[in-house]
Nanobody, 124 residues
Framework: QEQLVESGGDLVQPGGSLKLSCAAS????????IGWYRQAPGKEREGVSC????????VYADSVKGRFTVSRDAAKNTVYLQMNNLSPEDTAVYYC?????????????????WGLGTLVIVSP
C-alpha cells in the first residue's frame, strides 16, 4: 500500500524556521514527482512546490520562493521541506502528495496519494 506520512509541524515564531518531512512507504520517491501543498484556515488548498521527476526541476509558489527549499533523501525514501523566515501567512496544514507514475505534480488532477498533513502555526 502506498502511503505518505508528514511530520515536523509545530508552533514557531515569525522569522523562524521549520523542516517538514514526508516519509514514503510502498512507493519509491526517487522515481516519482512529489509536491507539497498547504491549506490555511478558511482558504483553498494551494501548491507550495513540485519536484518534477520528468525534467528534474523543482518549482515553488511565488509566496514561498527564496524561503522554502525541497530536498530528497533517497536512502530514507523521504522528502523534506525546509521553511525559513516564516510569517503568519504560512500558517496552514501542509501536505505532501505524489501523482500517478510518470505524471507531474504541477497538475493536482494527477495526484493520487496524499499524506494526512502536518500543522504549522506561525505566531508570536
Amino acid at each position: 500500500q502506498e502511503q505518505l506520512v508528514e511530520s515536523g509541524g509545530d508552533l514557531v515564531q515569525p522569522g523562524g524556521s521549520l523542516k517538514l518531512s514526508c516519509a514514503a512507504s510502498g512507493l519509491a520517491l526517487d522515481y516519482r514527482s512529489i509536491g507539497w501543498y498547504r491549506q490555511a484556515p478558511g482558504k483553498e488548498r494551494e501548491g507550495v512546490s513540485c519536484m518534477d521527476i520528468g525534467d528534474g526541476s523543482t518549482v515553488y509558489a511565488d509566496s514561498v520562493k527564496g524561503r522554502f527549499t525541497v530536498s530528497r533523501d533517497a536512502a530514507k525514501n523521504t522528502v523534506y521541506l525546509q521553511m525559513n523566515n516564516l510569517s503568519p501567512e504560512d500558517t496552514a496544514v501542509y501536505y505532501c502528495a505524489v501523482p500517478e507514475p510518470g505524471r507531474t505534480c504541477r497538475d493536482e488532477g494527477y495526484l493520487e496519494v496524499w499524506g494526512l498533513g502536518t500543522l504549522v502555526i506561525v505566531s508570536p
